[in-house]
């Protein structure tokens, strides 16, 4: 990305023999079904109620998000048109799989200043009838390329990718919700150079692209983005431009978890991944840790990140999709 400019007991005295015994045995039968009606109620309270929604944001996990995040990471750099970024696509499309999500390449070409590249976008639906999905929810998976330094962005990247996958698993455990998303895994988010209108953001430029050119921009209600989400000192910083709604229900959702504390806005403009959809008219947020000092270093190694750190985001985003955007 690019930075612009939470059984009492009676007792009855004076009554015959008869009626003790009578006593007895009555009080025997409360107590015998005070006992089923404790037991009964038990049972009820143990259980999810039909109907009931289960909570997904308690299902996320920070430790299988990192575990995704090292995955990746051991895979080496990963530019665009490179093996490891194969490699790294093959993997997302077998969790994916596994999750029950069906994936599709958009494959692309495009020139850079290092003459053209192919580029694959992957595209995740999830199996099953149902209305077409009607929000995003994006990364990249790429990393920014280096001739003298080897970059394996952990945060900047992975870190992202991985809190997408581990939300492909617990969204699956609601397949109602789940048909309503749309997971996009961009290629090519990163700058050759430097970014402009032609360098960087390939794959959201080009996935954008072609739901204008398809008239089907209006098939979408809003999406988010997550880029640099690990950071073990965690600070999301909203871009100041973020559509106010949307802003204001991932504050909401922060709070309901007890952790707005990790929310804030950033003190400048942000391009990335989420800047053409807001240009086709699908109002984006971008959640991103933007103080995040081995940016765009060697330095961005997995030991910059914390199980917490992905929790606390996969968190609030699951409340957010399941609670507002979703429903």
Not at 26 to 53: H, I, K, N, V, W
Not at 74 to 79: A, I, S
Not at 123 to 149: E, Q, R
Request: with cysteine.
């Amino acid at each position: 990305m690019f930075m612009a400019a939470a059984s009492p007991l009676f007792c009855h005295r004076g009554r015959t023999a008869r009626s003790t015994f009578v006593a007895i045995r009555f009080a025997g039968l409360l107590l015998a079904f005070g006992f089923f009606g404790a037991c009964d109620r038990a049972q009820t309270e143990t259980q999810p109620q039909r109907g009931a929604q289960k909570k997904i944001w308690e299902e996320f996990s920070g430790e299988k998000t990192l575990a995704h995040v090292q995955a990746m990471v051991d895979l080496g750099p990963r530019p665009p048109g490179t093996e490891a970024i194969e490699k790294t696509r093959r993997y997302l499309t077998k969790q994916l799989e596994l999750f029950g999500w069906k994936v599709t390449r958009q494959v692309f070409t495009d020139d850079t200043p290092r003459g053209k590249i192919e580029f694959v976008n992957l595209i995740a639906t999830f199996a099953g009838k149902g209305n077409a999905p009607s929000f995003l929810i994006c990364s990249h998976y790429d990393t920014k390329i280096f001739d003298t330094a080897r970059f394996v962005g952990a945060n900047d990247g992975g870190s992202s990718t991985g809190v997408l996958l581990e939300l492909a698993r617990v969204l699956a455990q609601l397949p109602d919700l789940a048909r309503r998303a749309e997971l996009v895994f961009f290629d090519g988010e990163e700058a050759y150079e430097a970014f402009s209108e032609t360098d960087g953001l390939y794959g959201s430029r080009y996935f954008a692209g072609q739901l204008a050119a398809q008239d089907k921009t209006k098939q979408y209600r809003g999406g988010i983005l997550f880029d640099m989400v690990g950071d073990r000192s965690l600070n999301i910083t909203l871009p100041p431009d973020s559509p106010a709604e949307m802003a204001r229900d991932i504050f909401a959702s922060a709070e309901a978890l007890n952790l707005r504390k990790y929310f804030t806005y950033f003190d400048r403009d942000i391009t990335d991944d989420h800047t053409p959809l807001n240009a086709v008219g699908i109002p984006t947020i971008d959640l991103i840790d933007f103080d995040y000092p081995p940016w765009h270093t060697p330095d961005d190694t997995i030991d910059k990140l914390s199980a917490e750190s992905l929790r606390t985001v996969g968190a609030v985003a699951s409340y957010y999709l399941s609670e507002i955007a979703l429903k």
